[in-house]
């Protein structure tokens, strides 16, 4: 991996692992954390050993994507060890809560929050941890950034003017902060009809394709709306998981291919 020589100051590596890719968005619900865990299985079915931190405190959902139940084990020393789900190694502050419990935390409690499920995790040896950032630029990205070396980020965006203008922020963000930006992924790119096969451009399309031209940044491919990636995710099972093989997952496969 292309660490490249110039260490900023003050940013660490996290113990154990290779390279770090966050999966960022400009607003919710664009499939951020859809993705970031599909990417992670993908790369996990690379070959590579793979962890998953949901970075998202306020809304976490990596515990329901990956149908983690419990709590993870906490050893003697205060450390704790990660669930395992389908090969991955993942923390999540959800899987902390009690259903239906709100994080209500101000910055400074979010960051150490964050900084505990970072750093307080035996990851053991990974080649790449996958973080599923929060929507948008706040607090919790800002902490992350100047405190840890974070190898790339991918942004996800429908294609829709209002989710790219969101995501041309993020990447504003990431640009000044000093933190690569590996790409654009359009998500939600486009409908197939499974009865018809008809195909519907339900949010416009492309939009996510042209932007990363504007902007001068790789374009790492479109993952389709699909009612299977909505009912797997649902179930705990992602697609990438549940049919390896299957066009959605072979999707995913291809953007990991690219990271
Ligand atoms: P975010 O992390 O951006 O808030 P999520 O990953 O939680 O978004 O996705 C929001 C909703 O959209 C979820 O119900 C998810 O299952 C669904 N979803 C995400 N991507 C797709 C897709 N490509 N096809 C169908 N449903 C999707």
Not at 33 to 38: C, D, L, P, Q, Y
């Amino acid at each position: 991996f292309g660490h490249g020589s110039a260490v900023p100051a003050g940013k660490t590596r996290v113990n154990g692992v290779k390279r770090i890719i966050a999966v960022g968005s400009g607003k919710g619900g664009v499939g951020k954390s859809t993705t970031a865990v599909n990417i992670a299985l993908a790369l996990a079915a690379e070959g590579l050993a793979v962890g998953i931190l949901d970075a998202d405190l306020y809304g976490p959902s990596i515990p329901k994507l990956l149908g983690i139940e419990g709590k993870p084990a906490v050893r003697d020393d205060g450390i704790f060890t990660p669930h395992d789900a389908f090969g991955l190694k993942a923390m999540s502050i959800g899987s902390m809560l009690i259903p239906g419990q709100a994080v209500v935390w101000r910055g400074p409690m979010a960051t150490s929050g964050l900084r505990q499920l970072l750093r307080e995790t035996d990851w053991g040896a990974l080649d790449v941890l996958i973080i599923d950032l929060p929507p948008g630029t706040g607090d919790i990205h800002i902490a992350l950034f100047q405190q840890t070396i974070v190898d790339g980020v991918v942004i996800v965006s429908t294609p829709q003017d209002l989710a790219l203008i969101d995501a041309q922020k993020a990447i504003d963000m990431l640009r000044r902060m000093r933190v690569p930006v590996l790409g654009l992924v359009e998500n939600m790119s486009y409908f197939i009809a499974p009865d018809t096969g008809i195909r519907y451009d339900i949010f416009g399309t492309g939009g996510a394709e042209q932007a990363a031209a504007r902007l001068d940044m790789p374009f790492l491919g479109a993952i389709p709306l699909v009612m299977s990636i909505r009912a797997e995710s649902d179930a705990g099972t992602p697609p990438v998981a549940a049919r390896p093989e299957g066009p959605e997952a072979l999707a995913y496969r291809a953007i990991a291919r690219t990271l």
